[in-house]
């Protein structure tokens, strides 16, 4: 992730990515695009350094809307960039024309999870894969007839002749994956990316294509971006993995140590997360609560701290973990339990602004102090979940009650052994700073 | 097992296309005990979702069913439109696959219990209907601040959540869900199956479990039904079938899925048949790599083996049915692979 951290720097680099983002803008209300205004950003792919080396096949995993798809698309300028760059074989692509981009095209090719959508059902096999031969003026009829044929045949749908003439309608989901395949590769390509390309697959056929991808890796020198949410599927095929978590590689490292030393606290769930056919398995309860958050407005500090079991002082703690802690406690409590709290704690909408302080006003009727009891009783009730370590001060004044939480600090990719992980508890001076703020202010202090 | 909350005999879904007849459920008996799991796993195309359907009588326009599906002593095959309708949500739930479709965009969380709630429990007072609504809701996680909100307003994992608790709402005493998380993200998925695989404590509820994955299944199911071309291959305790699968179906799929702990890869020739034209006799011996010439001449007979478990395969026998000659491997054409997926 870092640039001095990769020792690959050279020859053997197909694709470099240094500081990528992709930011997508939110379109507002119709008044607010009449006027000019921003409605935000989208903040899909959010800082991302990192190369894809020749020959090698490299996972993307990620959960939906953690900017996975988004990356591998501005790889092959589908997507423009926001900022950042991604040289292809050294030549810059986020600065390229459409034209420049279309000749770069025969070069790298994309394979999408949906095959049923990605053929065009009026069209033949055969014409479906000679189609970017004629798109790039490839060859006369008959050398892009042999093409073909022979094409089909790599890919397993042999003999061809007994193909060319069906339409998608008449394949299996198998077979009509090997037809996008093959159109993928009838231009001899460097580098595909496959974006889950087994995923809408039967289980039973799964490996026949994750095979068929391996087999043409060696036979063609494919280089491999493997986009997928299933890190079993990447177990088998890729050599590195990059876990992605809102936009940003949160571990980036050889296969074999993402799966037997997992770092960061987001790749260990992921791991316990997977369905296992072990009869002795039951449902994994010990897993992180909540969804990937909205892009649009990340939380601060790590993205991942409000799901993480172990965040501490420096994760990030905000207004917005106080409303989830709330939330989470009324979900489960008596509807008269819950309303008598409710009215203490008044208007919550002060928590939807993301700040790492916030005065909060008491319900009509009802002071700070009673703000900063009920709170406090919160906390007795569980005194080590992760949220308490962030909160720094917690104070009443009449009406209202002060909470501040300590300053957050964005973690930053650092090397640990043979992997790159972006987490604070593998931040020495993140661990320090944590401890001195720990001696500043334990215990809490609540003042009433 | 418990006593049945539903037994399924001989249940048949044939449905009409362009293209022929599909025999989507082929004689299919199954009995779903009372606060039990029960997987339904299977490839696409199999028949596991009509059968789901089939089950709480919501067939498609032009299906026609046959057989008995009989929940409290009545037979729910035949049964008036609308007599069913009054025992779909307080005795038989669904949950689909993907919430969004199912939710209606311009109707609040709220308004969808009121509806639901004043539609089969018209006793309720109001502040009953909210009390309900809210304890339900907040057993899925789903917060009272958020009671007024509109489905767009939520995540996919919520409004499944939301999903859930307004079929569990109604208190049923099945309920049918039809892959209820393949929408979802993993770590999610395991929320999701968290819950369902406790509403017998949180609800008393049998719930019909149906999924492609096997995985699923193991972790969240106390029985599993394995189905393959319209019929079950399979069914018993899920620990032991997984344990030692007595199908070959079932074994060669446990094979290929991928899981963290797959050394090595593995696919079962061919691709499921489609059911206009099913291959006849055991309708898995083209695929099967046990296969015994009786496979492809007779159909196979049920037998029951150890612990209750039901298989639908000639490895098991009845000997005594069994020609002479038909224990011999099938002598076959090899599967091309153009024949594969």
Redesign the interface.
Known sequence: MGEAADPHDGPDVLVSIRGLKTYYSIRGSFFARLLGREAGHVRAVDDVSLDLRRGEVLGLVG??GSGKTTLGRTILGLVSASEGSVEFEGREITRMSERQLRALRREMQIVFQDPHASLNPAMTVAQLVEHPLQIHGIGTRNERHTRVAETLGIV????PE??MDKYPSDL????KQRVVIARAIILNPVLLVADEPVSM???????????LMLYLRSELNLTYLYIT?????A??FCDRIAILYLGRVVEIGPSESI?ADPKHPYTK?????????????????D???G??PDAARPPLGCSFHPRCPLAFEVCGWETRDLRDL???R????A?EL?EAE?SVMGD?TALDEPAAHVRLKAGSGHSGAEIVALLDSIRQASPDAPFWKGVKRINAEGDHADVEWHEPIAPRPLDHGTTTVECHLYDEDALAEAERRRAETAPVAVER | MAAPVVSVRDLRVYYGTPRGTVRAVDRVSLDIGEGEVLGLVG??GCGKSTLGRGILGLLPEGAVSDGEVIYGGRNLVGMAPKELRRLRGPDLGLIFQEPMTRLNPLMRVEDHFRETLEQHETKLTDREV??RS??T???M??????FRQYPHEF????RQRIMIALALVLRPKLLVADEPTTSL???????I??IL?DLRRSFGTALLLIT?????????CDRVAVMYAGKIAEEGD??????DPAHPYTR???R???????AE????PG??PNLIDPPRACRFHPRCPSAMAVCADRDPVEQRIDGGRRVLCWLHGPEELIPDGGGAPLEREEI???E??
């Open positions: 959960e939906s397993g749908l042999s003999p007994q193909f299996s989901g198998g077979q697959l039967d289980m039973s056929v799964r490996a026949k294509i994750l095979e949410h299933d890190l079993a599927t177990k088998f799966y769930a992921l791991l316990r997360a997977i369905p296992d056919p072990d009869p002795r398995r039951t449902v994994p309860r897993l992180p609560p969804e990937v709330l939330e989470t009324w979900a489960l409590q509807q819950y409710q919550l | 490839e696409s909210r009390a809210l304890e809701l907040g057993q996680g789903i917060p009272p601040t958020r995540s996919g994992g919520m993200d993993v770590i999610v998925e395991a929320q199956l968290g695989s492609h994955n096997l995985g699923i299944v193991a972790e969240a899920a620990r032991d079938v997984f344990g060669e799929l446990l290929s899925t991928i899981s963290l702990e797959t890869l593995h696919s079962i691709a499921p091309a692979v153009a594969e997926a």
